[in-house]
């Protein structure tokens, strides 16, 4: 059974720093993409960034670039978004995702596996 378990969310006020973790069980970690979406009530999920398989490539969304950071740790099925300069509008679920195959997507519908979401609170 494939379990992916989120934590790290919480309260933060604008401007600081929050580290997200993803735990994968259940998968042959390295062959899947990794991808972290974000989404409020009301609107689409939206992809905040992904990662390849091996961790040498990334892709961020214009809003994150510069702030968002995706590293994993295959040897410990582990995925993490480190994202700096947070802002009130950041304020979503945040959710990783896994994604089986050679190509990578920013499209939800494209991932098998999820987690169960944190919650990430920004503060003005």
């Known amino acids: 059974q494939v379990q992916l378990v989120e934590s790290g969310g919480g309260l933060v006020q604008a401007g600081d720093s929050l580290r997200l973790s993803c735990a994968a069980s259940?998968?042959?970690?390295?062959?899947?993409?990794m991808g972290w979406f974000r989404q409020v009530p009301g609107k689409e999920r939206e992809c905040v960034g992904w990662?390849?398989?091996?961790?040498?490539?990334?892709w961020y969304r214009d809003s994150v670039k510069g702030r968002g950071t995706i590293s994993r740790d295959n040897t410990k099925n582990t995925v993490f978004l480190q994202m700096s300069s947070l802002k009130p509008e950041d304020t979503a679920v945040y959710y990783c995702?896994?994604?089986?195959?050679?190509?990578?997507?920013?499209?939800?519908?494209?991932?098998?596996?999820w987690g169960q979401g944190t919650q990430v609170t920004v503060s003005s």
């Open positions: 990662i390849s398989r091996s961790g040498i490539v990334t």
């Open positions: 259940g998968l042959t970690f390295s062959n899947y993409f």
């Open positions: 995702a896994a994604r089986g195959g050679v190509i990578s997507s920013t499209t939800p519908g494209d991932y098998t596996y």
